[in-house]
């Protein structure tokens, strides 16, 4: 069937191969890398969940510095000590949102809730220290801050490590599936070029052979004419290839 195109029709299709296999990179390209980016993203969503929940442990140890440093001070010296903890407090509220809300699995919601929660007490804990100051009542605010603003320091610092293991073991496990599809990547990608490639090279060597064969037949041919053998004939296949090449090479 291939034998009776028409030389065009043959570099037609050969490049029209050449061109749907070139599609079939792009795609599978395009496709690899779209897994690559989820996985990617995985793992920087990890080490910012990481790198968030570390901010609030270091704001609730700061708050509780800011604390202790109030009890030893009076006055303004006092209140701006507490002013410090407000500000940090308010700091602290905003990463928990927003570290609640980029949570997907159902352990680490849960701790990212239990962050909200011990922020929002501590910070209301600072309300009545910031009330007691006004009153000059530092024995009820040692009270409170060695009391019930330890205990929620110190729940704060068992959900944030609970929380940082968590993340840890999702990073590593997102880390090695990001190395996975990238090593899938690279397999599938040399894999269709080494096809591409066959697949190129015995198109070429078909079109060649298509139009040389033939050529060649008849040039020995005609040479054994012009030395006077006669008897000589070319197939009927070879002349009508011949003749279409010299058709095509006419248009």
């Not at 927003?98 to 990212?112: D, M, P, S, V």
């Not at 840890?168 to 496990?173: G, V």
Request: proline share 0%; net charge neutral.
């Amino acid at each position: 069937m291939f034998q009776n195109l028409k030389v065009s029709t043959r570099l037609f299709m050969g490049f029209g191969i050449v061109i749907l296999i070139m599609v079939g990179i792009v795609v599978t390209s395009v496709t690899q890398m779209g897994v690559m980016d989820t996985a990617v993203s995985g793992v920087n969503r990890s080490s910012q969940n990481i790198e968030n929940a570390l901010r609030i442990l270091d704001g609730v140890n700061s708050m509780r510095r800011y604390q202790l440093s109030s009890l030893a001070s009076s006055g303004a010296d006092r209140a701006k000590e507490l002013d410090h903890v407000t500000t940090t407090g308010q700091s602290i509220l905003k990463i928990a949102e927003e570290l609640l809300k980029f949570q997907r699995r159902a352990e680490t919601k849960k701790l990212a809730t239990d962050l909200l929660a011990d922020a929002q007490a501590y910070a209301k804990g600072n309300e009545k220290l910031i009330g007691l100051a006004k009153e000059d009542k530092s024995e009820e605010m040692r009270a409170l801050i060695q009391g019930d603003e330890r205990k929620i320091q110190r729940q704060t610092i068992d959900v944030v490590e609970a929380f940082l293991k968590a993340q840890e073991e999702t990073k590593e496990t997102r880390m090695k599936e990001a190395q996975s599809v990238t090593a899938f990547a690279e397999k599938v990608m040399y894999s269709m070029l080494a096809v591409s490639l066959l697949i190129g090279a015995a198109i070429a060597t078909w079109i060649t052979r298509s139009i040389t064969v033939p050529l060649s037949q008849a040039v020995s041919v005609t040479e054994r004419m012009t030395q006077g053998d006669l008897t000589v004939r070319i197939d009927s296949t070879s002349k009508d290839e011949v003749g279409q090449l010299l058709s095509s090479m006419r248009t």
